[in-house]
């Protein structure tokens, strides 16, 4: 997505992030990424754009109606008075503006009192239900930040300090009785709205941006010798203990385990404990709350183009990892999954073992065939085993192998890791498009949406333009038990996310596992899931990115108009038109077409609903009636 005149983002990428804690320096950058992944049209500017007059002068403003626009920043700026002046300006006629990690200066424009720095907390669920916050349903892990209180502005959520309690799924005796606001000392103020003149702001005191980056991007793995890889949930910042639940599996659940070993209970013994919340994945709908919010309570409308097509809430992907490449157990998974008619991602280690007939199968299916790079499989070379020259290799052989001209997805055999981000550039320098490597036990990276990787550690916010696709958990009822299905899908499905779920070929042939197979995709398809493969995700969501919405010269007094341009086909792309708090759904047409939209709720704000077939220009006209 590129800009428009309703939102505008002021980043500074040259200024690094405030604090003293060992995060991110300069992660402020990747709101962008946030902003485009949501299909949610911006422009990012620089702190000079809020001084009137300047060179980089915002040219937007609120309409003569009263209707505001928004302004973001992005992180805790270095305002000069100037700036100050036009933020506070921008507030007072009539704009909405949304701080990020601190209020930049602007204490009394947010309502609150900056009392210093936040290193490391955990938002908590609000008391009382606010639309902004309402999908803060347990403790979030955040990093960096200000801690703030609020003096003329209103509290709508709060952060904490210390260890969070351990929760269980389903539980709510299990929830702890949070202190009233106030009354505990480790506690500040999180999300505080205000208005001030014409004007709203909301403050996000805890650094959002920088949250989302670390949880997702981790930190370095570093192999303990002589090994040259270790597993990527090592790199994971979450703990197990402090950020996970303990999932609470039905009696039925037994039938899976009549071999497993008995606790004193009697029930199967097996750690059911797993990180059940997609923690980045919640940090970025508090983002996207507090803009719809802000526009919605304006009576003002905003365009997104959403997730997926056909008004679908989320996806479901099945990957497997050759580990071996027996032919027998790799023709029962076909079979079994073309029964299904659910189209997956194999993970193939380019070593003998799959014949010409078995690819020629998986390439004439819905299937697709990835690298599964196994550190050292290549021929003894003077290089290390963990090397982008091992890596190399090993595509070219699949290719060779495969007859394909070029490989789109990876994921690694063992999940081996090393370092923090340089396998991604491996990745992008030998075309891989998308890699699969992180997950494992539920949301170690905190998030069911593919994203992009960003280098955090120097200004300009350089992205490594491989997506990456976490997965969730390996061979239910093998690794862990198929009690962990359920509410992880569902996780996935309240995120608008990817379901992704790992079977190896080895274990098809236990009656438990294929009974998983069965079952995960039979409830997946319950809740509307479609299974797509890892390249398909990959060409839809590059496709999406590059699609642009502005607005257009149609614009009236109770109407809008939409300039789209999608330079890729988006078969049946689902367009979503905010709707005001108040007032009854738009008459909308399709380049002067009309079209019938669909009522529906995402991110808890009520949107209208159309899905079109996208490619090319477009344009989009909206009229609400009289209210």
């Not at 023709?331 to 079994?336: A, F, K, P, V």
């Not at 789109?408 to 699969?436: P, T």
């Not at 069965?518 to 990959?538: D, K």
Request: charge should be negative; glycine fraction near 8%.
């Amino acid at each position: 997505m590129v800009t428009t005149q309703s939102i505008a983002v002021i980043v500074s990428s040259e200024q690094p992030r405030k604090g003293n804690t060992d995060l991110p320096v300069y992660a402020a950058p990747y709101i962008s990424e946030i902003l485009r992944h949501a299909g949610i049209p911006f422009s990012l500017l620089p702190p000079d754009a809020l001084v009137a007059g300047s060179s980089s002068a915002l040219q937007w403003r609120t309409q003569q109606t009263g209707s505001p626009r928004l302004l973001i920043l992005a992180q805790d700026l270095d305002l000069n008075a100037d700036q100050k002046a036009g933020a506070a300006a921008f507030v007072e006629s009539g704009g909405a503006l949304i701080g990020i990690a601190g209020a930049s200066g602007l204490d009394g424009l947010f309502g609150v009192r900056t009392d210093g720095f936040l290193d490391e907390g955990y938002l908590r669920p609000p008391s009382e239900t606010h639309p902004v916050t309402a999908g803060l349903r347990r403790e979030i892990h955040v990093f960096g930040g200000s801690r703030v209180t609020a003096t003329t502005g209103a509290a709508l959520s709060q952060v904490r300090t210390g260890e969070p309690p351990i929760l269980g799924l389903g539980c709510p005796s299990d929830r702890p009785t949070l202190p009233a606001p106030g009354t505990d000392n480790s506690s500040a103020d999180a999300v505080v709205a205000h208005t001030s003149g014409r004007g709203r702001t909301l403050l996000i005191a805890p650094d959002l941006i920088t949250s989302v980056v670390h949880i997702q991007q981790g930190k370095p793995v570093t192999p303990a010798a002589p090994r040259e890889s270790t597993g990527t949930p090592q790199g994971s910042i979450l703990d197990p203990d402090r950020d996970g639940d303990i999932v609470e599996i039905d009696a039925l659940d037994d039938l899976y385990y009549s071999h497993a070993a008995r606790g004193e209970d009697g029930r199967p013994h097996y750690n059911r404990r797993v990180l059940l919340t997609p923690m980045a994945d919640v940090l970025r709908e508090l983002l996207l709350r507090a803009i719809f919010h802000l526009f919605s309570s304006a009576g003002e409308t905003l365009p997104v183009l959403w997730y997926w097509p056909r008004g679908l809430h989320s996806i479901a992907h099945m990957s497997h990892d050759s580990d071996g490449n027996r032919q027998s157990l790799a023709w029962s998974l076909y079979e079994l999954l073309h029964s299904l008619d659910a189209p997956s991602t194999w993970c193939t280690m380019p070593v003998s073992g799959y014949t010409r007939a078995f690819y020629n199968a998986l390439q004439q299916s819905d299937s697709e065939i990835a690298l599964h790079y196994a550190t050292g499989n290549a021929p003894l070379r003077e290089d290390r085993r963990w090397s982008q020259m091992d890596f190399d290799w090993q595509y070219d052989t699949l290719c060779y192998e495969t007859r394909l001209s070029r490989i789109v997805s990876n994921k690694n055999h063992g999940l081996a890791w090393q370092g923090r981000l340089e396998f991604y550039r491996w990745c992008q320098a030998k075309g891989i498009q998308i890699e699969q490597s992180r997950g494992d036990r539920g949301f170690t990276f905190g998030t069911s949406h593919p994203w992009l990787p960003m280098q955090d550690d120097r200004p300009g916010g350089e992205f490594i333009d491989v997506l990456a696709l976490c997965f969730l958990t390996q061979d239910l009822t093998v690794v862990c038990p198929h009690g962990f299905m359920r509410p992880l899908a569902d996780q996935c499905h309240a995120a608008y996310g990817v379901a992704h779920f790992l079977f190896h070929p080895t274990h098809i042939e236990d009656p438990e596992c294929e009974r998983a197979i069965r079952e995960t995709v039979a409830y997946t398809r319950s809740l509307g899931m479609e299974w797509w493969t890892s390249a398909a995700i990959n060409t839809w969501e590059r496709a999406r990115r590059r699609a642009a919405i502005t607005q257009g010269e149609g614009a009236s007094a109770g109407g809008r108009a939409y300039l789209i341009q999608a330079p890729d086909s988006l078969p049946q792309a689902t367009l979503l038109f905010l709707l005001p708090a108040s007032g009854n759904p738009p008459a909308l047409t399709l380049d002067g077409e009309a079209v019938s939209s669909l009522s529906v709720e995402r991110y808890g704000h009520r949107f209208a609903q159309i899905a079109v077939d996208l490619c090319g220009e477009h344009e989009i006209g909206m009229r609400f009636g009289e209210e």
